[in-house]
């Protein structure tokens, strides 16, 4: 193998320049070319591509986004996107591909596999960590730290005024941001689209809130089915009209920043270990860690929706924020 290709691909996640900084640092170790392709499978297909040295990834690990661009290609949804891509691949000699990315990342690697034989190694890159096959994706540390800031400095206007926040977190599909960001600011509810029942808890939870005259904090997965903050702040004013309720969407703020230490130091570990596992034969898989091991899981498996939290988490936020 003497060149490689790699992108950065769907939602931009904090520790995504840190895995490309190794990924590009570690292939020319061992002697490859790599070519970085802009605004991920858009820049496939549309053929806009550089090649990568030790200085283009020099002063980027502490930097949020990614310098390589990305997006969410609609056209590589498409069989002639696919195609041609395969085919601008092939023209460049691209010998095998890294993807920075998350779940729908990893389906669009799997569809591109079949029109292109050449190895692809996943390093998973959401906020989301919503992936079967690792402990942590890169960019969900940073992200949940954010929260917990964010969160931290709403409590203090929330005691001060004796108020309810509503507070909504990403998490389209998943509710693990909002789970462990909700252990860590001491929210006193948690809704998310795994807990079918989180909303009658909610209910039962209010009516104890009544007696005691103090700031709630409520977080909420975007994604829950219930229908975002703004919903539960009306069924909390419903149910108990004598609260004064606020509703804040974190938004964006939960992407960006500057990684943390430890999502630095994941994102670095998996890019270097994606290029160890293309050199030994590795394929179609996205490089994970768990249990502080380097773990490889076939891209079908790694896309497999999460449907369940962990059930001691779950318990425990229950029991502490009685
Ligand atoms: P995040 O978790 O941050 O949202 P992601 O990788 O899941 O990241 P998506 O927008 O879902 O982000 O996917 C990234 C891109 O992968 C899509 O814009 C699309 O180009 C491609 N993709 C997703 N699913 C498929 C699919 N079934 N077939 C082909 N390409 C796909």
Redesign the pocket.
């Given at each position: 193998m003497k060149k490689i290709g790699i992108i950065t691909?769907?939602?931009?996640?904090p520790g995504m320049n840190a895995c490309l900084r190794a990924v590009v640092r570690t292939a020319i170790h061992y002697n490859l070319e790599v070519v970085g392709f802009y605004r991920?499978?858009?820049g496939i297909i549309d053929n806009k591509h550089c090649v990568l040295t030790t200085t283009s990834v020099s002063g980027i690990i502490q930097r949020g986004g990614t310098i390589l661009k990305?997006?969410?290609?609609?056209?590589?949804?498409?069989k002639d996107?696919?195609k041609t891509a395969a085919k601008n691949l092939k023209a460049l000699g691209i010998e095998g591909l890294v993807i920075i990315?998350?779940?729908?990342?990893?389906?669009?690697?799997?569809?591109?596999s079949k029109e292109i034989n050449i190895p692809i190694i996943g390093c998973a890159?959401?906020?989301?960590n919503?992936?079967v096959g690792t402990d942590f994706?890169i960019?969900y540390d940073t992200a949940i730290n954010t929260v917990v800031e964010a969160v931290d400095k709403i409590r203090d206007t929330a005691e001060s005024h004796d108020r309810v926040f509503v507070i909504e977190v990403m998490g389209?599909d998943a509710g693990l941001i909002a789970l462990r960001s909700a252990i860590a600011s001491g929210a006193e509810a948690l809704i998310v689209p795994e807990l079918k029942n989180d909303i009658e808890s909610l209910l039962k939870k209010i009516k104890n809130w009544r007696s005691s005259k103090s700031s709630k904090i409520v977080i909420v997965a975007e994604g829950d089915e219930f229908g975002g903050a703004y919903k539960v702040g009306d069924l909390i004013k419903k149910h108990c009209p004598e609260f004064d309720i606020r509703v804040t969407i974190l938004g964006h703020i939960q992407?960006g920043g500057n990684p943390t230490c430890m999502e630095r130091v994941n994102a670095s570990l998996v890019g270097f270990n994606s290029i160890k596992a293309l050199l030994s034969g590795h394929k179609n898989e996205m490089m994970g860690i768990v249990d502080k091991k380097i773990t490889y899981t076939p891209f079908e498996k790694a896309v497999k929706h999460i449907d369940k939290l962990n059930e001691d988490l779950v318990q425990m936020i229950e029991i502490l924020s009685s």
């Amino acid at each position: 193998m003497k060149k490689i290709g790699i992108i950065t691909s769907g939602g931009d996640s904090p520790g995504m320049n840190a895995c490309l900084r190794a990924v590009v640092r570690t292939a020319i170790h061992y002697n490859l070319e790599v070519v970085g392709f802009y605004r991920g499978y858009e820049g496939i297909i549309d053929n806009k591509h550089c090649v990568l040295t030790t200085t283009s990834v020099s002063g980027i690990i502490q930097r949020g986004g990614t310098i390589l661009k990305t997006a969410r290609s609609e056209r590589f949804r498409t069989k002639d996107g696919i195609k041609t891509a395969a085919k601008n691949l092939k023209a460049l000699g691209i010998e095998g591909l890294v993807i920075i990315g998350g779940d729908g990342s990893f389906r669009g690697a799997i569809e591109l596999s079949k029109e292109i034989n050449i190895p692809i190694i996943g390093c998973a890159g959401t906020i989301d960590n919503d992936l079967v096959g690792t402990d942590f994706t890169i960019g969900y540390d940073t992200a949940i730290n954010t929260v917990v800031e964010a969160v931290d400095k709403i409590r203090d206007t929330a005691e001060s005024h004796d108020r309810v926040f509503v507070i909504e977190v990403m998490g389209r599909d998943a509710g693990l941001i909002a789970l462990r960001s909700a252990i860590a600011s001491g929210a006193e509810a948690l809704i998310v689209p795994e807990l079918k029942n989180d909303i009658e808890s909610l209910l039962k939870k209010i009516k104890n809130w009544r007696s005691s005259k103090s700031s709630k904090i409520v977080i909420v997965a975007e994604g829950d089915e219930f229908g975002g903050a703004y919903k539960v702040g009306d069924l909390i004013k419903k149910h108990c009209p004598e609260f004064d309720i606020r509703v804040t969407i974190l938004g964006h703020i939960q992407r960006g920043g500057n990684p943390t230490c430890m999502e630095r130091v994941n994102a670095s570990l998996v890019g270097f270990n994606s290029i160890k596992a293309l050199l030994s034969g590795h394929k179609n898989e996205m490089m994970g860690i768990v249990d502080k091991k380097i773990t490889y899981t076939p891209f079908e498996k790694a896309v497999k929706h999460i449907d369940k939290l962990n059930e001691d988490l779950v318990q425990m936020i229950e029991i502490l924020s009685s």
